[in-house]
């Protein structure tokens, strides 16, 4: 069974991040994805805020989500760059992470991602870079010993 098959299956419980950080699956499908969370008091920084890398990592699990439904599904990914802009903080409530694919070619596909407060406004903004790493390449590369 394939990732996105195992997601329509068993949801979240899918992928173990999900799991931990309580992320929701909203919706996938044609380059595109959508996944909900529910800022937790663990996830407030020192200041109050939820910590920044939060909103980094959901907006890649969401960009990466969107990059899977247009990949062989034998495919890979490995982010090979991001960098997030942040304009709002939150210190509770439900937050939705929208990811799409911008362009994808034989070894590298980009991405855009935004986090947003739910129904409200965009709190960051992510664009990221991913490997596609073919099944023979991947199988290879697991294959090798090390030097």
Not at 68 to 78: M, N, P, Y
């Amino acid at each position: 069974m394939g990732y996105l098959e195992e997601l329509r299956e068993r949801g979240r419980d899918a992928n173990p991040f999900f799991t931990l950080m309580g992320i929701e699956v909203v919706t996938f499908g044609e380059g595109k994805a959508e996944l909900s969370m529910e800022v937790r008091a663990d996830m407030l920084n020192g200041a109050g805020w939820m910590q920044g890398g939060i909103y980094t990592a959901l907006a890649d699990e969401a960009m990466a989500l969107a990059l899977f439904t247009v990949l062989d599904e034998k495919d890979r990914i490995a982010t090979i760059s991001e960098t997030t802009s942040f304009f709002l903080g939150v210190w509770e409530g439900r937050i939705v992470a929208e990811g799409r694919v911008t362009r994808i070619g034989r070894q590298v596909a980009f991405a855009e991602g935004r986090v947003r407060a739910e129904g409200a406004e965009v709190l960051s903004t992510t664009s990221a870079s991913f490997s596609i790493i073919g099944r023979r390449l991947y199988k290879n590369i697991c294959d090798s010993s090390p030097v």
